[in-house]
């Protein structure tokens, strides 16, 4: 089955992510990572050590020559844009291909800086038919403005780290260290997915997506409380019994959520909807909202609700056809069994509690992801 661009491009990002993962477990204090900024993986280092990273991801086996468009392009990018890395420690390729067995960057880093440069010049010294790509690259660096030391400044500090591995490799590498705790190997690989998952999470801005080591740490330690022992917490009931006040209900009953619950003729229900929504909305912001893997506890949590009662709208609706007199009373119905649903469990806590389920139910009414009324319009 041929796999799409879409599909390539995703996988990519994953992997992209997995590298960012691995340099986030190499942080030391006032580090930071950047995931496409300056290039598709940035560890910036306060202690002389920052590096600046090109992950390349192929999904079957393969070979580049000392002529790949991965490597000069690569390479290029870092000339071509040099004084952006002027504080850069090493540029390094990480790529899953493998360097052919001939490759002169086999023993690249024992070099020194002019022979380096003398070797990758010479690489296109001598013209070869069907290679198009490669000359055009290597014509752009060695052209009539071509800078000798710019060129040498990236070369001195790049490598080249080939046949690189998926998961297993991070889990190898830090089974005896970091991840000791885990104890078991299929631990560790949950727990390392968990961690790409979160950070895919992180909202992502136009070329500005970073994490910090106090960031990363705080999520490494809050998740892996999760895989080694049950430590679940309890929901903060600070807000349980809340009551709302007037400038806050008549805020809230412009809402969405009112409306749908008006639409169904229940306004009975209203006051203690308003209640639910509030209580449930602070307790987010105070709890959820500032803590990535919360966040995304709250997230799953969420989208495991919208899909049963949605699932349980379309059978109220089937149960309608044809008999529009049974829209309202099934409408109504689902507003009831909603409410009553018995509460679900939610990542990270230890007592969810039934006005936090029915606040979040009505939040996601709030937020168009379900209709109360079963029939196509009201």
Excluded at 61 to 89: G, H, L, P, Q
Excluded at 186 to 202: C, D, K, P, R, Y
Aim: hydrophobic share 35%; charged share 30%.
């Amino acid at each position: 089955m041929a796999t799409n661009d879409n599909t390539l491009k995703t996988l990519g990002f994953i992997y992209q992510t997995y590298i960012g993962l691995i340099k986030c477990l190499e942080m030391k204090e006032n580090d930071t990572v950047v995931i496409e900024n300056l290039g598709d993986v940035t560890k910036i280092s306060a202690k002389g050590n920052s590096e600046q990273i090109e992950v390349k991801h192929h999904l079957e086996s393969k070979s580049i020559s000392d002529r790949s468009d991965e490597i000069w392009n690569t390479v290029w990018n870092w000339y071509n844009n040099f004084d952006e890395y002027k504080n850069i420690d090493e540029f390094i390729l990480f790529t899953t291909a493998n360097l052919s067995d001939n490759s002169v960057f086999k023993d690249w880093e024992i070099q020194d800086e002019n022979n380096k440069y003398d070797t990758f010049k010479n690489i296109g010294v001598k013209p070869r038919d069907k290679e198009e790509s490669f000359r055009n690259t290597y014509n752009k660096i060695f052209n009539s403005k071509h800078e000798i030391n710019k060129l040498k400044g990236v070369l001195n500090r790049f490598k080249i780290l080939s046949k690189q591995e998926t998961i297993k490799t991070i889990i190898n590498k830090y089974e005896l260290t970091t991840f000791k705790f885990l104890s078991e190997k299929i631990i560790m690989e949950e727990f390392v997915a968990s961690l790409i998952g979160i950070l895919l999470t992180i909202p992502i801005k136009a070329k500005d997506w970073t994490i910090s080591y106090k960031e990363f740490d705080t999520i490494f330690k809050e998740y892996s409380k999760r895989f080694a022992v049950d430590s679940n917490i309890p929901l903060p009931m600070e807000f349980e019994n809340y009551e709302v006040t007037q400038d806050e209900n008549n805020t809230i009953k412009c809402k969405r959520f009112v409306e749908e619950i008006n639409n169904i003729d229940l306004k009975d229900e209203v006051a203690d909807a308003i209640n639910n929504y509030c209580r449930t909305y602070k307790t987010i912001i105070g709890y959820f909202n500032n803590n990535t893997v919360k966040s995304k506890d709250l997230n799953d949590y969420k989208g495991d609700l919208t899909k049963t009662l949605n699932f349980r709208r379309k059978s109220y609706k089937v149960e309608c056809q044809n008999d529009d007199n049974r829209l309202m009373p099934k409408s109504q119905k689902l507003y009831f069994d909603a409410m009553e649903l018995d509460t679900r469990n939610l990542n990270g806590v230890s007592n969810n509690r039934s006005f936090f389920q029915a606040g979040v139910i009505h939040i996601i009414v709030d937020e168009g992801e379900l209709r109360w009324y079963v029939g196509d319009k009201k």
